[in-house]
Structures are given as structure tokens and as C-alpha cells.
């Protein structure tokens, strides 16, 4: 398979931009997909934030199952600030300013007694296409960062107000290398990676070998697959879609992007692709 590896210039920027921008802020938000937390995760940033108070948040829970909570209780044992939420859900906007407010704490406590009473600043960053906008959205109870299936959206750094918050949307960011492919198949699942760089008939194959290994039942009641290589599967879930061209023959592309699109919208299952011991490797916990 294809080395992955994307990390355009746009990005060497924009970490710039946080390092100059960290003093303005209070605390740190790194928002991570709670289908792959691990994978998610960029060690860079981490580094950046130095020694700015952090809070991870989980995002998308409602698409990972019970295993995104295991991280968090993991994450906060090994003394992480850190929430699962799903940013498209009203619900979570309690337990996520709830969460901000302690990681928040000591800068509001200095505020305090000196007499000031101003909005608790955050940076928001993370790897793109993990909801760092649509937390936002959440948070100012309006559309006012732009959002987007895809990765890359968010080019430019934005403040807004949200309330007793101000916060700083800044551009996804991922690391400048990969030292384990496998998680970074795992961001091109997820569509955390420009599809255009990617093959993406080879990332259907590995997304198939990887799902059946995990959740079997969620790939036979879709697409009535019983097993065998990866690419055997492919092909029965052509037939299941009708995606064959004249004479028959099979058309993978559609069948490649099908089905990962159904695993982005969660329609296959629920379900955390990463473990704590990808966690562990990552530094994660």
C-alpha cells in the first residue's frame, strides 16, 4: 500500500500561528475523533501548547461505541483533562462547558482576585475534519465557523465570542510524519486526510480487512458479506449495490467509495478503531 503522508505547507503555518497566538489564550482545546482517538491525536500539538492548561475533547461519541469512554476514564487516570461529547448534539454543550470551566479554573481564579471579569480564552486545534468547528458552533449557539465533511476547511485562524468564552478556531493540523501507517489509514477512513492524495480503492480494501475483523455483523447486515479476502468482499458488496458495469464486471471505484462513505456517516456501526495501547504508543495516555 501507498505511503500516506500529507502535510502541505498551509499547515508549517498554521503552526506558527498558534505558537505566536498561545500567549493570548488561557488553555488548550485538542479535539480528537472518538473513533480513533489515538490516531487522532498529534503529538506536535501537545508540544505547542507547553504549559497552557489542556482539555481533550472526544468528539463524535454518538458514531464510536462504549470503547471512547474507556479512553476518557483511561485519560483522566493518567491525569488528562479530558470529555466525550458529540458536537452536533445539544446535549453535549453542558458537560462541555462544564469541562472547560475546571480546565479553566486557575486563570479564571487569578482573574478573580484581581477584580477582572473578562471571557476565558481558548485555542482550538486538533487534526482536521474532527469537529473543530461544529464545537465551536455548539458553544456560540450559531453557525459562526465554517464546518465541512472534508479535510481542510478551516484555513484560517477566526476568534469567536461564545458566551463567557472567546474562542480561536484555528486550521487542522496533522504531524509532519507518520511513524505508524496504521493509524494513519485509520485517518483516511475517517476523512481526516485529503482524499484527493489518497488511493482510495486500497483504502477501501484495508477499511474492509480492518471492519471485519471488528465488527463483522455490521458489514453482513449491510452489505450481506460472509467473509473471505478483501477484495472478494468488495466485490459482494458491488453486487449487493448494483454498482457492476457493462458485462458484469465489477465497479470498484463505486464500491470503494460507498463504503467509505457509509463508515464516515456511522452507517455500518458504531464503533473505536483504535485501543489503549494505541493510545499508549501514541503518548496519548
Known sequence: ????????????????????????????????????????????????????PVLYVLNKCDLSDASASA???????????????????????RPLTQAMMQTASAALARAARKGVERPV???????????????????????KAVTGDKAGVTRQKQWVKCGKFELLDTPGTMPPSFADQRLARRLAYLGCINDDILERDEIALALLEEL??????????????EGGTPLAMLERLCVRRGFLLRGGEFDYERGANALIDDFRKGRIAALCLDDLSDAEEAGLI
Open 71 to 93: 479512553f476518557v476514564s483511561r485519560m483522566q487516570e493518567a491525569g488528562r483533562r479530558a470529555v466525550c461529547i458529540a458536537a452536533t448534539q445539544p446535549a453535549s454543550l
Open 212 to 225: 471485519w475483523a471488528r465488527c463483522p455483523q455490521g458489514l453482513s447486515a449491510r452489505y450481506g458479506i
Open 121 to 143: 480564552r481558548f485555542l482550538v486545534a486538533g487534526v482536521p475534519n474532527t469537529g473543530k468547528s461544529t464545537l465551536i458552533n455548539l458553544l456560540s449557539g450559531a453557525k
Open 1 to 52: 500500500m501507498k505511503v500516506i503522508q500529507w502535510y502541505p505547507g498551509h499547515m508549517a503555518q498554521a503552526m506558527r500561528m498558534m505558537e505566536e497566538q498561545l500567549s493570548l489564550v488561557d488553555a488548550v482545546i485538542f479535539v480528537l475523533d472518538a473513533r480513533a482517538p489515538a490516531s487522532s491525536f498529534n503529538a506536535k500539538l501537545r508540544t505547542m501548547a507547553g504549559e497552557k
